[in-house]
């Protein structure tokens, strides 16, 4: 057999399973049998194109639980078929300031797999060894959750969340998730923040202290109660839209910290008198940077509520109807996932 089939976002609002070629691996790289991917909310916004990084066509997927067939023969012995595995979905140039700066998840030619490069909705994919992580304990699924995490505990770590201090975390998917789980695990008093119920009732599974639904309670009002006036120390915006962008820096407390993951798709208007008047910081995040054994270590004590939070799972075949209805009703939705193990290959 040498081809194989895979979900091309062909264009925005446009998915078509299409056949590609199986990839040839060379001897520092590893052939990989995917089990299962998860959609993101890149790929979300890469359909209703939103996302300004989207290239098309191009395979999706870069949330990757998979399994070793064959190693190159300059592989370390530490990597074995039938290993359990995910993968860091990066590829940086490794020259541009941001690489030369020790920050590669920066890079300002960055190629992700589903984004800029082709990616691993499909069932057999070629990978360096190095951008591999495993874990004796964590089964595909989990696996396939770790990516999505990264980049939540990579924000918590850029807004310096520390035990103690009060975090609230805009919008209840993965990655905020991710913001809450780390948070929580910095120490944090954490406040989660969303629109849908279901999400923030899983949010408190993963450790979340309050919730806040934005469409039953005023948001400034409820973040005084929590923060005793204050407001909180920190506000992670994991949503992506100009009022969220607003809300965080008009929300936080006076000397505070913003960090935005979220791309808002449209211009965002400040009143700059905010920032100086409150000597605050705002940070960008974006993807992750050595958060993956972290993020394997804490799933491993089985402190995520991996069960709540897959909302889906579907076959390859179904994977591009289940990609357009989470774009027509995305509210309850936290993570699909694509089980290749019950797919057609």
Request: glycine share 10%.
């Amino acid at each position: 057999m040498t081809n194989q089939r895979a979900l091309v976002l062909v264009e925005p609002g446009k998915t078509e399973v299409r056949t590609i070629e199986i990839p040839d691996f060379g001897p520092e790289d590893v052939l990989l049998q995917v089990n299962m991917v998860g959609f993101c909310g890149g790929d979300l916004n890469g359909f209703r194109g939103l996302f300004e990084l989207q290239e098309y066509p191009n395979v999706l997927g870069h949330e990757v639980g998979a399994t070793i067939l064959e190693t190159g023969n300059q592989v370390p012995d530490a990597f074995k078929p039938g290993m359990n595995v995910t993968l860091n979905p990066y590829l940086n140039c490794g020259h541009c300031v941001s690489c030369r700066k020790g920050r590669p998840n920066a890079c300002q030619d960055n190629k992700t797999m589903g984004v800029r490069r082709p990616g691993a909705m499909t069932r057999f994919i070629s990978m360096p060894y190095q951008k591999l992580h495993s874990s004796s304990s964590l089964s595909v699924r989990e696996l396939a959750l770790v990516e999505p995490l990264t980049v939540g505990f990579h924000a918590a770590a850029r807004g310096r969340v520390s035990a103690g201090e009060k975090v609230a975390v805009i919008g209840c998917g993965i990655v905020g998730m991710g913001a809450i789980a780390s948070s929580v695990h910095r120490g944090a008093e954490v406040i989660a923040i969303d629109i849908d119920d279901s999400k923030m009732q899983i949010a408190k599974l993963a450790g979340a202290a309050h919730a806040i639904n934005t469409t039953k309670v005023d948001l400034h009002e409820a973040l005084l109660e929590i923060t005793d006036g204050d407001g909180p120390d920190v506000i992670i915006e994991a949503v992506g839209n100009a009022m969220t962008y607003r809300a965080a820096v008009d929300e936080v407390a006076y000397t505070g910290r913003v960090v935005y993951i979220g791309y808002a798709k449209k211009p965002v208007d400040y009143n700059t008198g905010t920032f100086v008047r409150k000597e605050i910081e705002i940070l960008g995040s974006r993807n992750c940077l050595g958060d993956f054994p972290d993020v394997i270590e804490y799933l491993e004590a089985g402190k995520f509520p991996v069960d709540a939070v897959i909302s889906r799972v579907v076959s390859l075949d179904e994977a591009g109807a289940a990609l357009a209805d989470w774009s027509e009703n995305p509210g309850p939705i936290t993570k699909i996932m694509v089980d290749f193990d019950n797919s057609v290959n």
